[in-house]
């Protein structure tokens, strides 16, 4: 499966490339990424993925396989196998930098293969969530460009606030499109509420609370606006119930 | 006269014919349901198996101590450990002398061939503990190139088995010219290109589950002097035959037993890597050993069905007299050839010329090997597949004739007065009378009525489109006559074995080979004995599916159980009779030709006197004033093997609803009259027929196997595999003509099959004729909105206001273009039934 994507880094090209070839910190940037070792051009890591009730550790290790300074070009070789034997993944990536007047325009193309459970269950929405991935990546990367390292706990914590109040209303199916994209806090919290109409994941009022702990992804919040727009109306009517039950409950 | 009066009120009234509730079901409904899960024996292990996320690749290493290590786990067991002893799983019909066949190992020893093969096998005290330790063997694979396009299969682009050099399997050739029983059909489509009418179609078959509701699940236990094995399958005696072949065990050594057996449609006419895992663990570990698996372990490693491409030529004169057929088939194999494998879609050889009189015919079937989960029977093993064809593109001569599909269909088949009716396949069609089934049909259905509301739809431009899909359809079933299959090269006969028990109480035990796993043997097996001995129902008792019992057997498949498994039984019920007509003779100092068997009891003809059938068996018990040199037993045995097949036939007219702004599909009337010969029990026939119709109309509209570009299967669940449930038909009207069979004694034909058979074309029919005047011809299977939606704008390019892809993903230009394209096409199809 092939993805592509476009972002646009608010910092010269240099800065950005030099950025990019520390590869901890852009690493670090990827949601539930962690690497643990860097020799050369070779990395070794871990990614801790939950896809509802199903929960993946990738162990697997990286290369940049090119760095071209001058076309401002790098590709990675990434592959992991769950340590449960859930499946392995692998992603071919690259990612080319284009000046864009001061700031950087960031193409990246990721030659994705899944296999096992996640493929079995998430393929359908596997873009919508690389998509949505992207966001948080950038989000991070930004700060890492502006203001160095980040803690990768952070980009989660965002991601982790509890329910606000409107999350009902929020969540129709415009709604839930937009947050895919943008208000973190309603996708995840909306996401894990249309769980139990929609998708294996078992109901959690507020599941982020403990990902803060884990330093976990829960594809299964990342994926659930895009499942509840899928499933359309009876998902979303679960989904307004549970969040206006949540926001009752909250009150007193 | 009084004498034959009491007769009279005494003689039970019939009991074939009734619509008698299955004895078996009170049991079965108020759980008290025998699955082989429920098996629970002392000490008993449990296995879990470890399976490739890969379609293809190199095992290059298996680390299995951590899964020793763990709690409770007894044994792991890898390819390599029992190599030498697995041997491979049997391919009984292969269809072609040079059939490239790769071996198939139960448990995958160096190389993984779909993404779902075991690779090895945890045995542990407890079914929890072994699927834990499951998740700790970890295996090294070296992916390799897997072949998954069917097509590209064939061009074999990419192997499924690099070491045999290619991925065809066999190709499997009739024509009616060679065989003698019609003309050449490529002379036949010459002379229609000049001046006649030649129709070239591509037809999809997709790859579908056959989804029976339990899950596989198997117990073996080796501790007795014969192995038992309970195991949840359609065939207890083959399995028995080739679990002694294969494994190299004696047979008198293995008893195989299939208690009760929760639905199969063909998904359980198969011998097993399960089985054999269990067969030898329990072996080598000396303790009963169960394997039950999950859902998506179902979904993803039982055998699939269908998956076939589909090419036809048919030439006709510009009347739209059909002159010749020509099918060349490509048939999905999966990654090895399963037990009947490349003998499904011949079973359909000699079915596409179907009801119509076709002078020449030829079929080519080409088997191919890809990397994917492997294909067998699924209901009606290559007859729908025949069905849907020819029905299919008799629609689109129709068109071209410009006349009503219903004309066209009455023009080329064999009119009543013609049968008994020799096929241009060669076969004879005993009896059948389709005008009418049809007439019968069309009354019911209000065709022309219908037609005329399509009409005015058509004219005020509806949104809502009527579409009406004929399907006029006919099959072989009661496989089979052994001659034939010997012919065919199958491994094995078509025959059935019955015995009747008198007991001494008069109370009688049937046994039959035949085994059923939710067809109601029990019950219509009980009506024919009750009429055959005079004796009352309930007072016979029909035992089945376990080889100690019922020791021979080819069992149920094919819609064969009633037309070759109760023929058996009658002729071995006569036997009894002839028997106790001696003794009956002897008892009551008369001549045998002075007895008269009627309502259970022998009478001396023109006397009162007489005895029941009960009375002799209790003398015959007791054997102290049997005639000399007759044996002290009723008991009688029959084998029955049929001398041809069974031909029912039926008309099915379906009506649906499009909208052609969504593309959604809703039935609005489906009507169907089967011609099954006679009928032994009308309420179990019409629960085959609505289970048979929903499963047909289920590939129509929503099922499909999707396998992704990495050659995992990503609809693995019921989310995803659309199986329907009652909320997503409609009611069918459904009624019967009779033209009793000739072929066997109570005149019944098959209907197992008939009702998955008929419905699919008749549906997909109705769709296509729904949106024709779009300039459609076909829709791919399943008819989702998407594909609908996609056929309805092939010109206008989705329309003057192109739906924006953000806002209903499966509209996407990509998803909706290729139509293998993985779980966004299944996504489509959810959609399509959450309409």
């Not at chain 2, 064999?414 to 007439?439: C, M, Q, R």
């Not at chain 2, 009956?584 to 002075?594: C, I, K, Q, R």
């Not at chain 2, 007895?595 to 006197?609: M, W, Y």
Request: with cysteine; net charge negative; glycine share 10%.
């Amino acid at each position: 499966m092939e993805l592509t994507h476009t972002f646009t880094v608010p910092a010269s090209i240099e800065t950005t490339w030099s950025a990019f070839n520390d590869i901890e910190s852009v690493a670090g940037c990827f949601p539930g990424a962690v690497v643990t070792g860097v020799d050369g051009d070779d990395f070794t890591g871990t990614c801790k993925v939950k896809l509802g009730p199903v929960a993946m550790v990738y162990n697997g290790t990286g290369t940049f396989v090119e760095k071209n300074e001058e076309a401002k070009r790098f590709v990675v070789n990434a592959k992991g196998k769950d340590k449960r034997g859930n499946g392995t993944a692998g992603a071919l990536v690259t990612a080319t930098m284009t000046d864009v007047g001061g700031a950087t325009e960031v193409n990246v193309l990721t030659e994705l293969t899944i296999t096992g459970k996640p493929a079995q269950f998430g393929r359908g929405v596997i873009e919508d969530i690389s998509n949505k991935l992207l966001g948080q990546f950038v989000a991070c990367l930004e700060k890492t460009v502006n203001d160095g390292p980040p803690e990768a706990a952070e980009v989660l914590t965002d991601a982790a606030a509890p329910v606000p109040d409107d999350g009902a209303g929020a969540a129709g199916p415009a709604a839930a499109d937009e947050t895919a994209t943008s208000s973190d806090p309603v996708a995840s919290s909306a996401a894990s509420g249309s769980a139990a109409p929609a998708a294996p994941t078992p109901i959690r009022p507020v599941p982020n609370r403990q990902h803060t702990a884990d330093d976990s992804l829960d594809l299964g919040a990342t994926v659930l606006p895009i499942l509840a727009r899928t499933y359309g109306a009876q998902a979303l009517a679960g989904l307004g119930l549970l969040a206006l039950l949540i926001w009752w409950i909250r009150r007193d | 006269m009084t004498v034959t009066e009491d007769r009279a009120e005494t003689a039970p009234k019939a009991e074939v014919g009734q619509a008698r509730r299955r004895k078996e079901d009170q049991r079965l409904i108020t759980g008290r349901t025998k699955w082989t899960d429920n098996i629970q024996l002392p000490g008993m292990l449990h296995l879990a198996m470890v399976r490739s996320p890969f379609a293809h690749a190199r095992i290059t290493n298996i680390d299995v101590e951590a899964a020793k290590a763990s709690p409770n786990v007894v044994s792991v067991l890898t390819g390599a450990d029992v190599a030498d002893e697995q041997g491979g799983l049997p391919n009984a019909w292969p269809i072609t002398p040079d059939q490239v066949t790769p071996n198939h190992p139960s448990i995958a020893v160096d190389r993984v061939t779909f993404a779902g093969e075991i690779v090895a096998v945890v045995v542990a005290r407890s079914a929890a503990a072994a699927r834990d330790a499951v998740e700790l063997v970890d295996v090294d694979y070296e992916e390799l190139p897997a072949a998954l396009d069917l097509k590209e299969a064939a061009e074999d682009k990419v192997l499924a088995h690099p070491d045999l050099g290619t991925n065809k399997s066999a190709l499997w050739v009739f024509d009616s010219e060679t065989a003698g029983s019609g003309s050449g059909v490529d002379a036949a489509i010459e002379a229609a290109r000049d001046g006649g009418i030649v129709i070239e179609r591509e037809y999809r078959q997709q790859r579908l589950i056959p989804a029976f509701m339990e899950p596989r699940s198997c117990v073996v236990d080796p501790t007795g002097d014969q192995i038992v094995v309970w195991t949840a399958t359609q065939i207890p005696h083959i399995l028995r035959f080739l679990m002694a072949a294969v494994l190299g065990y004696p047979e008198s050594k293995i008893r195989v037993i299939a208690p009760d057996v929760g639905g199969g449609f063909g998904g359980k006419l198969q011998t097993t890597p399960e089985e054999w895992i269990t067969f030898m663990a329990a072996r080598r570990l000396g303790k009963p050993c169960k394997y039950t698996e999950s859902r998506s372990e179902s979904l993803i490693a039982a055998h699939h069905g269908r998956d076939q491409w589909q090419k036809l030529t048919l030439s006709a004169e510009k009347d739209g007299t059909v002159t010749g057929l020509k099918v060349e088939l490509l048939a999905d194999l999966g990654s090895y050839v399963a037990l009947m494998g490349g003998g499904v879609p011949v079973l359909g050889a000699f079915m596409y010329n179907s009801i119509y009189k076709f002078p020449a015919y030829q079929f080519n079937c080409q088997t191919v090997l890809t990397n994917k989960t492997w294909t067998d029977a699924y209901r009606g093993a290559g007859r729908p597949e025949a069905t849907f064809a020819i029905e299919r593109i008799m629609d689109e001569l129709a068109a071209e004739v410009g006349v009503d599909p219903m004309a066209i269909r009455e023009q080329n088949w064999i009119t009543h007065e013609e049968f008994p009716f020799t096929s241009v396949a060669g076969l004879e069609y005993d009896s059948g009378n389709y005008e009418a089934a049809t007439e019968k049909a069309k009354k019911m259905f209000g065709y022309d009525a219908l037609r005329a509301e399509q009409e005015q739809r058509r004219a005020s431009e509806d949104p809502v489109q009527l579409g009406i899909g004929i399907s006029t359809f006919t099959e072989m079933c009661g496989l089979a006559p052994s001659r034939i299959l010997g012919a065919l090269d199958y491994g094995a006969g078509g025959w059935e074995h019955a015995s009747v028990r008198m007991l001494p109480t008069g109370k009688v035990e049937v046994l039959t080979g035949s085994s059923a796993h939710g067809q109601g043997h029990e019950t219509a097996w009980s009506q024919i004995v009750a009429d055959r001995l005079g004796v009352p129902f309930e007072d016979v008792e029909v035992l089945h599916g376990d080889t100690q019992i019922a020791h021979k057997g080819m069992d149920t498949y094919g819609s064969r159980s009633l037309v070759v498994g109760g023929e058996a039984v009658i002729k071995a019920a006569d036997k009894v009779i002839e028997k106790a007509k001696v003794i009956a003779a002897h008892l009551l100092e008369a001549s045998v030709d002075d007895l008269e068997f009627s309502g259970g009891r022998f009478g001396v003809k023109g006397t009162d006197q007489g005895l029941a059938m009960a009375e002799i068996a209790l003398a015959t018990f007791a054997a102290h004033n049997l005639p000399d040199g007759v044996e002290a037993s009723l008991d009688s045995d029959a084998t029955f093997d049929p001398v041809s097949f069974s031909y029912p036939h039926g008309t099915h007219l379906c009506a649906v609803e499009i909208d052609t702004e969504t593309g959604a599909v809703a039935m609005r009337k489906y009507v169907a009259v089967d011609d099954i010969g006679t009928i032994v029990n009308p309420l179990i026939v019409e629960g085959q027929v609505h289970g048979g119709l929903v499963q047909g109309i289920a590939q129509a509209l929503w099922e499909e196997a999707v396998h992704d570009d990495a050659g995992t299967l990503v609809s693995a669940s019921f989310v995803d595999y659309l199986v329907p449930t009652a909320a997503d038909t409609i009611s069918f009207d459904t009624a019967h003509t009779t033209s009793p069979s000739t072929t066997n004694t109570l005149g019944t034909k098959g209907v197992g099959e008939a009702g998955c058979i008929a419905s699919t074309p008749a549906v997909v029919n109705a769709v296509v004729d729904a949106i024709r005047h779009f300039g459609v011809n076909d829709v791919q299977m399943p008819c989702t909105p998407a594909r609908v939606y996609k056929a309805i704008h092939q010109q206008d390019q989705g329309g003057e206001t192109p739906t924006p892809g953000g806002a209903a993903p499966h509209f996407d230009e990509a998803d909706v273009a290729d139509r293998s394209a993985g779980a966004t096409d299944g996504a489509a199809a959810q959609a399509g039934d959450h309409q």
